[in-house]
């Protein structure tokens, strides 16, 4: 049922899900900021 994880056999680590949850909108935030800039950037331009 876990295989997919690897050597980890156990269920995932709280604290790894948690963390890959944050990084995932982090990384996810850091997309909207980027395009929002540069749609501002663009309009500023036009």
């Known amino acids: ?20 949850i944050h990084l995932k909108s982090f990384i996810f935030f850091c997309l909207i900021i980027n395009f929002l800039s540069n749609l501002t ?3 500023i331009l036009i």
């Open 41 to 43: 950037l663009s309009i």
């Open 1 to 20: 049922m876990w295989a997919h994880l690897g050597l980890n056999q156990g269920p995932p680590d709280y604290e790894q899900v948690y963390f890959d």
